[in-house]
């Protein structure tokens, strides 16, 4: 499974997202419905999400682009709301949803961050002046204006819906990784470096950001300025 939500509304209905397909539950997971297949052979699905909007649709992050839902009596049916210049652009990583616009959407590809003003009829690349980067993940405060984007060259902010942004934390290795007297293969020094694989602000103090990387759980509490990895006290390396 990669990627699991539940209704804003209703916390009974619930979709996930395998390789190719996505389900729905609406007994809290006692019995589940096919509603999406990819499509293409080698296409496959990345991320879901639901709008806030009513009714919530269901928006689909595939390598080939964003799907959206709609559904009548039960049935669903589906309409590509965006669709990149490229295969960087096409493959969607990671979709963020504005709770108070839930015409806001925005998206994350290898490419960069994409935003919609109108629920995907329009859309616009925001992190330029980034250069090239992959999102792996989107984290974006209810008025749409703050958002932190987790890539493949470290954590950036904005504060104003992308006009500009700043590098807030960079990929280093973490203090409690210590550099060994023996030589290391290149190989070996590249796994060392955090990975961030998502992250969230807190919804209810704004200033606390969390990140989940290849080496624990990072924490901001004071906007990005400073970082510091929890405990990994209790929790299997594996």
């Given at each position: ?10 916390s ?22 096919e509603?999406?297949?990819a ?13 806030y ?31 990149g210049?490229?295969?960087?652009e ?5 979709v ?7 015409e806001i ?35 974006s ?16 902010k ?19 990784i210590?550099s060994?007297s023996?030589?290391?293969?290149p ?9 961030i694989?998502?992250?969230?602000i ?18 901001s ?18």
């Amino acid at each position: 499974v990669e990627s699991v939500v539940t209704d804003h509304t209703d916390s009974n209905i619930l979709y996930a997202a395998t390789d190719f397909f996505v389900y729905l539950s609406k007994d809290a997971g006692k019995t589940w419905k096919e509603i999406f297949t990819a499509p293409g052979k080698s296409n496959a699905i990345n991320f879901i999400a639901v709008s806030y909007a009513v009714p919530a649709p269901v928006l689909t992050a595939a390598k080939d682009g964003l799907y959206v839902s709609s559904e009548s009596n039960g049935n669903f049916t589906w309409k590509k709301i965006y669709s990149g210049s490229g295969e960087s652009e096409n493959n969607i990583n990671c979709v963020s949803l504005v709770k108070d616009k839930p015409e806001i959407i925005f998206l994350g590809n290898d490419n960069g961050i994409f935003q919609s003003l109108d629920a995907g009829a329009s859309w616009k690349n925001i992190s330029v002046g980034l250069g090239a980067l992959s999102v792996k993940s989107i984290a974006s405060a209810s008025s749409g204006r703050l958002i932190y984007i987790a890539a493949d060259k470290g954590i950036f902010k904005t504060v104003d819906s992308g006009a500009s942004w700043q590098k807030v934390y960079s990929l280093v290795k973490p203090d409690f990784i210590a550099s060994e007297s023996e030589e290391e293969t290149p190989e070996e020094s590249e796994e060392q470096f955090v990975k961030i694989n998502y992250i969230v602000i807190d919804p209810v103090v704004m200033n606390k950001i969390y990140a989940a990387t290849s080496k624990g759980i990072l924490k901001s509490a004071d906007s990005g300025k400073t970082w510091a990895f929890m405990t990994r006290l209790g929790m299997d390396d594996s």
